[in-house]
């Protein structure tokens, strides 16, 4: 049986370590055993082996095979649901203490890829786009939220000096985020997980769990071997498939559709994105898109609730890509994927213990670049014993979605079909 391979995708296509790791035979012993290799699993991984901890990491295809090695690439601070909307929902104090955390997501990544010379194609910036007045209206407010808790590197943009970043008449106004930006994501997992390996740290792919024994210690179990570890961190997101029923019920699995054009000559780059910086838009079923390292347009869009894979990649993501470009007419698609991402209730980050030494991370709702690698940071902390940020996130409530599995996904979708409608009439 061959080993599991990543998605047909430009990232994959684009990897600079294709080196398979080995399959987890016998039993392993370790400080800590970390399920699942992609953002939340590497950078948790990651964090710990600083400290000093001796840690594996168990993988059931390869490192960063699901949303970590599959999204739009993009550097998205702040969480789903912005700082304005914890405050109301969660109170003073735990509002206070999430808008500190905010933009550490960013700042962490940014950090990591110094320190580890990580070749990721790093860009900065990103543009928040309005698609109406009202959401130019939203941008402003964002604007006012994020300068009252510290960031100051913002720059608001009219329907007309927007056009000086994006080559569209699309929008009526957008923001910039200098402490946004985009990466290859692939490559920046991968980039860690080599850091890991080099501070002693194992990773073993095409690895299932199949079983998790909790108790002190607890144990991991695949179909060919096991890690016994004082401590163990679940960070398979929307890849658990049945490993872990009492967190997988709070969350869904939810699809996204990405393509990617074949490398453009540098003039119709400049006509594009002419400041190179990746975009996203503010409807609730939104468009981002970007320019890769080599100079494709990487557009991504579309969400299919409960994680079906659509027949037609090109002709779902296509027709938006020429609305907003109608010049790419007659561009060749190179690569096309889909992968999984999940959502949760709130649209809040789900983060808790099980007992004594299980601990889990999940559920960023489409804000996982940044969010995972700080959830890494904050779950190496707790293991380590300040569990002060950790506790903000476990303290708040974690809600199923209403009507169960068989009616969560059409429940999910009235209400996106909702909101796009909203979107759409502009109010």
């Not at 082996?49 to 059931?60: D, L, M, Y």
């Not at 009492?246 to 393509?259: D, L, N, R, Y």
């Not at 540098?266 to 080599?294: F, M, W």
Request: proline fraction near 4%; hydrophobic fraction near 35%; aromatic fraction near 8%.
């Amino acid at each position: 049986m061959s080993a599991p391979t990543h998605a047909n995708s430009y990232y994959a296509a684009s990897a600079n370590d294709k080196v398979i790791r080995p399959q987890l035979t016998g039993e392993q012993r370790c400080d800590v055993c970390v399920v699942g290799a992609g953002f939340t699993g590497i950078s948790t991984a990651l964090s710990l082996a600083e400290k000093g901890k001796r840690v594996i990491v168990v993988e059931s295809a390869r490192i960063g095979f699901g949303a970590s090695g599959r999204n739009g690439g993009q550097i998205v601070n702040s969480f789903n649901r912005d700082i304005d909307y914890i405050f109301n929902t969660y109170g003073e104090d735990i509002g206070h203490k999430m808008a500190k955390m905010a933009f550490a997501g960013s700042e962490l990544i940014r950090h990591r890829i110094e320190k580890y010379n990580i070749d990721c194609d790093l860009k900065h910036g990103n543009l928040f786009a309005a698609c109406n007045k009202k959401q130019f209206e939203d941008l402003k407010a964002k604007k006012a939220l994020w300068e009252k808790h510290g960031h100051n590197e913002l720059e608001l943009l009219s329907a007309s000096s927007i056009q000086d970043h994006i080559g569209t008449d699309r929008y009526a106004g957008g923001l910039l985020d200098r402490k946004g930006g985009h990466i290859q994501p692939l490559n920046l997992v991968l980039g860690q997980a080599n850091a890991f390996e080099k501070l002693g740290g194992q990773i073993f792919e095409d690895s299932q769990v199949i079983r998790l024994e909790q108790g002190k210690p607890g144990k991991v179990i695949t179909q060919q071997g096991s890690v016994i570890a004082d401590t163990i961190v679940v960070a398979g997101n929307a890849y658990l498939f049945g490993l872990l029923p009492e967190i997988e019920k709070k969350a869904m699995p939810c699809g996204t559709q990405v393509i990617a054009t074949a490398p453009l000559p540098e003039a119709i780059q400049k006509q594009l994105l002419p400041t190179d910086h990746c975009v996203e838009d503010c409807n609730y079923l939104l468009d981002y898109y970007r320019l890769s390292g080599d100079g494709r347009l990487i557009y991504g869009g579309g969400t299919t609730y409960g994680a079906r894979d659509p027949g037609k990649i090109e002709s779902i993501i296509v027709p938006k890509m020429l609305k907003t470009y109608p010049m790419l007419k007659d561009t060749k698609i190179d690569f096309a994927w889909t992968g999984n991402f999940l959502l949760t209730m709130m649209r809040m980050p789900q983060v808790g213990k099980i007992g004594d030494n299980l601990y889990y991370a999940q559920g960023y709702s489409g804000h996982g670049v940044t969010n995972s690698h700080l959830m890494g940071e904050i779950l190496s902390d707790a293991i380590h014993g300040d569990t002060e940020r950790f506790d903000v996130f476990a303290s708040m409530p974690q809600y199923p979605f209403p009507g169960g599995r068989l009616l969560r996904i059409p429940y999910t979708a009235v209400g996106a079909a909702y909101y796009n409608i909203r979107d759409k009439l502009g109010i």
